[in-house]
């Protein structure tokens, strides 16, 4: 990964570049930030930077990630008893290849395991331990790079301490994590923290012309949905078919939703509606959530006359906009969202999607008619 295929982010590129210049490389290091953000672009190409100073011939083996002093630690499934990152190195090194931008849920998906627990094992950490305990290849520094260290599980995260107490000789130890929420304090403590921000929406809109081919009212809308995630952006402009299908079923929820008052059996409805839903890989369940969300918001702000804020509607099946979003308001839209994030988190978690659907489907009933 170079520099310059990085979208935006230029301060934070020019304080790694300063720190690998001036000498000042911390030992272990956490970077913090969306996968959409760029977090591992960035580690890969200060990888790159920290290994080419030495090696000028280091510079396409990381490139291609196999440089034999560049070491993977991430989270896989038990498999055969077995739980070790470079079992699973080549999908890995494929999907990043592709995609240097790609999401824990993309790796789940990359790897058809939506229905299994992805993790960081002790296993994993003693292997590392064992690599990093063998002489540099090159003979220069050896780099670690656990790719989501929030998700190693207890034990891991107790053996990564030891490791990041007393780690081997011209060892550089860099970890990436959404948040620092579920990392122990006793690591946080131990690595330098480094916060990568959200892309500029001008460098987003840079990036997206650069590298699509759309129009520049689907790039603006891209821009608006995306917040700065180049992930989310690349997802919705390949989507297509996809949000035709989001907004039939959206129309689909609100409408049953609203009927219930009246007609408790359209409960019946919304029941097969969940069912529709819950059959989706848990990636694209989370892309209608967060779909679903995104649409209520901009319904609230058509209901407060910022119309010139709203740039997307529906209009699928004869929907009503206007109707629809004197609807919601600030007595209602805090508890959908709620409800929406809930079941984002609950899908997390690996709760059951049926339930998880049926009961956000059936809540939005309550909320709807909501006033007050």
Known sequence: MNWENIAGQENLKKLLKESIIENRVSHAQLFVGKEGYGTLPMVLAYAKEILSRENEHAASKVEHLNHLDLHFSFPVFTDN?????????????????NFPYSSYDDWTAFLESENKQL??????????????????????????????????????ANKFLKFLEEPPAKTIIILT?????????????????????????????VYLKNNFDVPDDKIGEVIHQSQGDLNDAVKLLQSGSK???????????????????????????IIFWAREIAGWNREKQKNFLNYCSEIFRLALLQNYQSENLVYKKID??????????KFISGANIESILEEINTADLHLTRNGNPKIVWTDLGIKLSRYIHKNT
């Open 119 to 156: 993790f960081i094992s002790a296993d994993e950490i003693d292997d590392q331990n064992q690599k990093f305990s063998l002489k540099s290849f090159e003979g220069g520094t050896k780099i670690l790079i656990v790719w989501r260290a929030d998700k190693m599980n207890v034990a891991a």
């Open 316 to 325: 699928v099946n004869g929907f009503n906009w206007l109707g629809f979003s």
């Open 81 to 97: 008893r077995n739980s070790l990152s470079k079992n699973k190195f080549e999908e890995f090194r494929e999907m990043i290849i």
């Open 243 to 269: 949000n035709d299908e989001f907004e039939k079923l959206f129309v689909q929820w609100v409408r049953d939703a609203f009927m219930v008052k009246k007609k408790p059996e359209f409960l019946k409805s």
């Open 177 to 205: 994590a959404e948040s620092t929420n579920d990392i122990l304090p006793t690591i946080l403590s131990r690595t330098q923290i480094v916060e990568v921000p959200r892309i500029n929406d001008e460098d987003l809109e």
